[in-house]
């Protein structure tokens, strides 16, 4: 018996295949993950409302049909709030990547992670600028090759979910292209999360960062996700009982935020709406 | 209709309310800082939506974002904010976006003279965004037509789906004066056309031989991709030459078929005019006061064409002043404007007088006599 692919669903039939990504890149398994956490939540097609800026990863929405809005470089999030606030009944999710979403578009990242709106960020993270040819990016690890670091990166990597929870977002989670069952299950969370959820998808680029750094292919980029991933309670336990056990480029995985203590800022906004219209009426 | 004594940035204001729109969305910046507080106080009350984002940047893409949602949007900023907005200024028009962008001009480059006038983004509100792409730009010269013409900045931006620049200036915006507030059944408003076929033959980017292919809000059954990227009638990627080819033609043919509705001007003692002040914004005023006086005083015959359109440029009514013995060009720039005029008149040099100043005061009439008088030098 052959299983239906959920996924085909919600491909856009006008739209020219194969799609521009390379072999081994890993941004195909985070956006399955995602269509399949979109087809749990028995939205319908015209209530979603994609978004997403410049980059690989932002390339994902054209695929899918939906609505989808292909804007500037950094800008995806500013976009989206306008979208989310000018018709609050709209689904709302935001494709990003680490240069798009950090770098260039760093600024509307941890100010819409103050705010608290009502949106879904799925970012893209594989430690490169790859639509241009491989420079280094905000969370390209220290001492690691790119184009623009032939002698390895002096700069120091954010971590994004952490840079996300100190700006205040409420839903803060983190996974893998390796781990794509558990990835698909923190976006659906994050979809049902009132107010800012921001979900960082680890992904592979073999094309500019594998090259560079010793992980030759798609494969072996997926491997190194698989034996370098530590789960949020075990990084706790081992945080306790053995800390020079813990690899420091391992990667943290889990929910790290969920917390439903915050208002929501179209709610905020709607309630002061109301006030007035009750003073005038 | 009510009466007002209220600045030119509160007019418009009251301008925008009444064509529609209920979507704001700007970060502080000196001169126009009023125009986002009195939003901040009128559009809760209208179940309207004000956002104060943490940068220009950010502004700009949440009223383009918002648009696409049926809202007619409007931002407001100045010199700095205005550069700041180009890159997604070129995508509203790239996409055909309807907004509104309020620029009120302060003295530059750089941050310049926050707090004085200038009209010296002539030419960025043109061509400040990269690539050739087309615009709509007006200009008010008083507090009454900064609420006249911002309800028709909507009315273009919705009839030709396009961004439109309101080019103020800081005399403008600071400018108080009593103004005649009219209610929207008192004025023309038009809003954008919405798709006539089902979903399944809607195409974003065409509509038969439609100049302007109408614009679905999301969430209304209509499902398509905006990019901008070079981009086919679905709104997909695509650099085939004629799709890029067809789809600049459009964009331009857009405005320049329509100038008829398009291209505003006001002509004041133009019947008998031997010579013509041409100006736009708080310099019209001057001319104005300038042509009064040198008709009554020195028995010269002179008129003023004012550009409230000043994108696209009215070429064809400036080539009708190549009969004029002289033409005047007062304006808060270093001769931005009487460049534009240089490309129509034949014999420029012996017949175009600037008036310029650039140290964020107001062109006074005297200025403006003294040229005049002393004709081409």
């Known amino acids: 018996m052959t299983k239906e692919n959920i996924v085909l669903k919600y491909l856009r039939k006008e739209m020219d295949f194969p799609n521009v990504w390379c072999p081994g890149c890993g941004h195909g398994i985070v956006l399955t993950a995602l269509v399949r956490a979109i087809a749990k939540t028995g939205w319908t097609k015209d209530e979603i409302v994609m978004v997403s800026g410049i980059g690989c990863s932002s390339r994902a929405p054209a695929y899918l049909d939906f609505h989808t809005l292909h804007t500037l470089h950094g800008r995806a999030i500013p976009f989206a709030t306008g979208v989310k606030l000018g018709n609050p009944k709209l689904k709302v999710i935001v494709i990003t990547g680490d240069g798009d979403g950090t770098a260039i578009g760093g600024n509307h990242f941890i100010h819409v992670c103050r705010r608290n709106i009502d949106l879904t960020v799925i970012l893209f993270n594989n430690n490169i600028y790859g639509m241009t040819g491989g420079q280094y990016s905000p969370t390209t690890p220290s001492e690691a090759y790119s184009v623009t670091t032939p002698f390895g990166n002096i700069d120091r990597p954010f971590d994004i979910s952490k840079v996300a929870e100190a700006a205040g977002a409420t839903f803060v989670a983190r996974s893998t292209a390796f781990h794509a069952a558990a990835l698909e299950n923190y976006i659906y969370k994050g979809f049902q999360h009132k107010g800012i959820a921001i979900i960082e998808a680890m992904t592979q680029c073999p094309t500019c960062y594998g090259r560079k750094n010793e992980l030759k292919d798609g494969v072996a980029m997926m491997k190194w996700?698989?034996?370098?991933?530590?789960?949020?309670?075990?990084?706790?336990?081992?945080?306790?009982?053995?800390?020079e056990s813990i690899d420091p480029d391992d990667i943290v995985t889990g929910i790290f935020v969920e917390r439903d203590d915050i208002p929501e800022y179209i709610e905020s906004y709607q309630n002061i709406v109301n006030s007035l219209?009750?003073?005038e009426g | 209709m009510q009466e007002k004594f209220i600045l030119g940035n509160e007019a418009v204001v009251e301008g925008a309310l009444v064509a529609g729109c209920r979507f704001f969305s700007g970060y502080p910046i000196t001169p126009s800082s009023e125009i986002a507080e009195a939003f901040s106080r009128e559009l809760p009350k209208l179940g309207g939506v004000f956002l104060q984002m943490e940068d220009e940047i950010g502004a700009m893409g949440v009223i383009v974002g918002a648009a696409l949602t049926g809202h007619k949007t409007i931002t407001a900023t100045s010199g700095p904010g205005f550069s700041l907005k180009q890159e997604t200024?070129?995508?509203?028009?790239?996409?055909?976006?309807?907004?509104?962008?309020?620029?009120?001009?302060?003295?530059?480059?750089?941050t310049g003279l926050p707090t004085m006038a200038s009209q010296a983004d002539l030419m960025q509100s043109r061509w400040g965004t990269h690539g050739e792409h087309p615009?709509?730009?007006?200009?008010?010269?008083?507090?009454?037509?900064?609420?006249?013409?911002?309800?028709?900045?909507?009315?273009?931006?919705?009839?030709f789906r396009t961004p439109v620049i309101f080019l103020m200036d800081e005399i403008i915006g600071h400018l108080r004066e009593k103004v005649?507030?009219?209610?929207?059944?008192?004025?023309?408003?038009?809003?954008?056309?919405?798709?006539?076929?089902?979903?399944?033959?809607?195409?974003?980017?065409?509509?038969?031989?439609?100049?302007?292919?109408?614009l679905a809000s999301y969430g209304t059954g209509y499902r398509y991709h905006i990019t901008g990227l070079a981009h086919n009638r679905h709104g997909l990627p695509s650099f085939s030459s004629e799709t890029v080819i067809k789809l600049s033609e459009r964009l331009h043919d857009k405005i320049n078929k329509n100038l008829d509705k398009i291209s505003i001007y006001n002509e004041f003692f133009m019947e008998d005019a031997?010579?013509?002040?041409?100006?736009?914004?708080?310099?019209?005023?001057?001319?104005?006061?300038?042509?009064?006086i040198l008709r009554k005083k020195h028995g010269k015959k002179v008129g003023v064409f004012q550009l409230v359109t000043v994108w696209p440029f009215p070429y064809a009514k400036i080539d009708e002043f190549n009969s004029m013995k002289e033409i005047v060009v007062p304006e808060m720039s270093l001769g931005q404007l009487r460049g534009e005029?240089?490309?129509?008149?034949?014999?420029?040099?012996?017949?175009?007088?600037?008036?310029?100043?650039?140290?964020?005061?107001?062109?006074?009439?005297?200025?403006?006599?003294?040229k005049t008088l002393r004709g081409v030098k």
Do not use: W
Request: proline share 7%; hydrophobic share 35%.
């Open chain 2, 135 to 159: 615009i709509i730009v007006l200009s008010p010269s008083s507090v009454q037509e900064c609420f006249k013409y911002t309800i028709t900045a909507f009315n273009l931006a919705e009839e």
């Open chain 1, 225 to 243: 996700f698989k034996d370098h991933s530590i789960s949020k309670a075990k990084f706790k336990k081992l945080s306790s009982e053995s800390p």
């Open chain 2, 89 to 110: 200024l070129g995508f509203a028009s790239f996409t055909e976006i309807p907004c509104v962008v309020v620029n009120v001009q302060r003295g530059g480059p750089s």
């Open chain 2, 341 to 370: 005029l240089e490309k129509q008149i034949i014999n420029a040099k012996e017949k175009l007088i600037g008036v310029n100043r650039i140290d964020g005061y107001m062109i006074t009439p005297d200025e403006i006599i003294e």
């Open chain 2, 274 to 292: 031997e010579i013509v002040i041409v100006a736009y914004g708080s310099t019209t005023r001057s001319a104005i006061s300038a042509a009064d």
């Open chain 1, 277 to 279: 219209l009750n003073r």
């Open chain 2, 180 to 214: 005649r507030i009219y209610d929207e059944t008192e004025v023309e408003i038009i809003n954008r056309e919405k798709p006539q076929v089902p979903p399944e033959e809607y195409t974003v980017y065409k509509d038969g031989d439609k100049l302007v292919p109408p």
